[in-house]
């Protein structure tokens, strides 16, 4: 079964750039039966989609978040990243990284497999 | 962008009772072509992820339990629990796959006992 896990600093200074890692285990981030994407949720809130990339380096970003999103794969380490730039206190967040069932020709589907999440902060 | 709008916002059941929740989106999700609804849903219990509960609006995921149904088309939906157990208390989410970017998810119900 696919496994999970999000990396990356906990705090975040405004202005700077998140960074998260997601490392997956019990498969390969080279499947073409998954997107692997990232949703947030800030606290007490409700869920927001971010992005996902396919191992082939094909993306979809939320248009809100676009022009600070930044995805990649490293099929080498079985990993995926992500970058937001310019980040302020509205991008404190629990952010999960997840599988993204996929069918060729067809967008993504629904989010099958989550990592348990990592909070980030965004403080001076 | 297509809008989740789930209600109600929170709901108190007794145990062993139906809990019923309704997700309604702004546009239809589904696809002509191949006669399904694009529409999930997740149950997030305190301090965890969501889960994947349904998909395809009524396709339970493998491993969950049989009380949980889901069932509607085209722009209205409704989860189920047909006898809440206490391990049921949760946040439970819509989402839609129809259209994408965005994926979209509904606001959140929250599940409590009565």
């Known amino acids: 079964q696919l496994q999970l896990q999000e990396s990356g600093p906990g705090l975040v200074k405004p202005s700077e750039t998140l960074s998260l890692t997601c490392s997956v285990s019990?498969?390969?981030?080279?499947?073409?039966?998954?997107?692997w994407g990232w949703i947030r949720q800030p606290p007490g809130k409700g869920l927001e989609w971010i992005g996902s990339i396919y191992y082939s380096g094909s993306t979809y970003y939320n248009p809100s978040l676009k022009s600070r999103v930044t995805m990649s794969v490293d099929t080498s380490k079985n990993q995926f990243s992500l970058k937001l730039s310019s980040v302020t206190a509205a991008d404190t967040a629990v952010y999960y990284c997840a599988t993204q069932s996929y069918v060729q020709y067809q967008l993504p589907y629904y989010f099958d497999y989550w990592g348990q999440g990592t909070l980030v902060t965004v403080s001076s | 962008d297509i809008v989740m709008t789930q209600s109600p916002d929170s709901l108190a059941v007794s145990l062993g009772e139906r809990a019923t929740i309704k997700c309604k989106s702004s546009?239809?999700?589904?696809?002509?072509?191949?006669?399904?609804?694009?529409l999930a849903w997740y149950q997030q219990k305190p301090g965890q992820p969501p889960n994947l509960l349904i998909y395809w609006a009524s396709t339970r995921k493998s491993g969950v339990p049989d009380r949980f149904s889901g069932s509607g088309s085209g722009t209205d939906f409704t989860l189920t629990i047909s006898s809440l157990q206490a391990e049921d208390v949760a946040v439970y989410y819509c989402?839609?796959?129809?259209?994408?970017?965005?994926?979209?998810f509904g606001q959140g119900t929250k599940l409590e006992i009565k």
């Open positions: 546009q239809s999700v589904l696809y002509s072509s191949d006669n399904k609804n694009y």
């Open positions: 019990g498969g390969s981030v080279s499947s073409s039966s998954y997107y």
């Open positions: 989402q839609q796959y129809y259209s994408a970017p965005p994926y979209t």
